[in-house]
């Protein structure tokens, strides 16, 4: 049997033991934290990614698995750290504006970027082009060039074996191509389609909605004759069209939510969107034009 002090000692010894593993472990802990990695839900350790934000508009509200986030902006951009592998959600709004939501699938040490469109709810703020004027005339000249792509009528069915920009050639050659020259535009049966058409940068993960990826996806079918039709600005994941008595804004990213948004109702409206970023919509003998 052990006396007094030989209990201490025991306990003293059991008690420092434990206090190390707790300090090894808290360490540990620490060093895996630091090193960007955090415990999923099965207590796994694992790499965290981020999320890149990017808006048309600016002092938006993100909310972030339905939690407001205040994220800080650097040249439009905001951005989310340290976020656990999985589905998130995610919706940023303004007040006025219609709101954008999705949820994606952020996987382990890779950044998500994103861009959040918003319009305002009572459409694009636009003010009249004075009949006779040259920005008039101009821009009755190109609307009115900014014809609609599409197959051509009888066209073959594109066979992924075969190459893909010689079927473009030879079956849209008015076909409609991004700023950054990766993606084109056109449709076919009153369906819009983009096509990947880069040799030098990866394909983004909308065209790899299926295994394999496709070169050519659709993005939405249209119930009415779309009259119009084009990339937002400068990016090549959101199309502007035109169709029956509205404009609208749809992104190419199926994942989760596809937004999509109207900008303009009319009556017989069509559009062109100038070098210069002036957006100018033909209703009727009427120009108007807006800033998008």
């Known amino acids: 049997m052990l006396d007094g002090d030989d209990q201490n000692k025991r306990f003293t010894k059991i008690y420092l033991t434990l206090w190390g593993v707790c300090v090894l472990v808290a360490i540990i802990f620490l060093t895996f934290y630091t090193f960007g990695f955090r ?22 509200q993100i909310f972030f698995d339905n939690r407001e986030r205040q994220v800080s902006s650097e040249g439009g951009v905001y951005r989310i750290e340290k976020v656990v592998p999985g589905l998130h959600s995610i919706m940023i709004s303004k007040e006025g504006f219609w709101p954008w939501a999705k949820t994606v699938n952020v996987t382990a040490d890779t950044r998500r970027v994103l861009f959040a469109f918003i319009f305002k709810m009572d459409g694009l703020t636009t003010k009249p082009v004075p009949a006779g004027t040259p920005e008039y005339s101009e821009a009755i000249l190109r609307v009115g060039q900014n014809s609609v792509p599409q197959v051509k009528f009888g066209s073959k069915p594109f066979n992924p074996e075969d190459s893909f920009k010689d079927w473009l050639n030879l079956n849209v050659p008015d076909r409609k191509l991004s700023f950054d020259k990766s993606t084109v535009l056109f449709t076919e049966n009153n369906t819009i389609y983009v096509g990947w058409v880069s040799e030098t940068e990866p394909m983004p993960h909308y065209f790899c909605e299926e295994n394999p990826c ?13 009259k119009s039709i084009d990339f937002y600005k400068d990016r090549r994941d959101v199309i502007l069209f035109a169709a029956g008595a509205s404009l609208y804004a749809i992104e190419t990213d199926r994942e989760g939510t596809q937004n999509f948004q109207p900008l303009h109702k009319g009556t017989d409206p069509y559009f062109y969107q100038s070098s210069d970023g002036v957006f100018y919509i033909k209703d009727g003998n009427s120009i108007l034009s807006a800033s998008l």
Do not use: A
């Open 39 to 60: 415990l999923t839900g099965n207590f796994e350790p694992v790499k965290v990614g981020s999320v890149e934000l990017l808006s048309n508009e600016s002092g938006v």
């Open 214 to 226: 496709k070169l050519k996806m659709p993005v939405t079918v249209s119930e009415e004759e779309i």
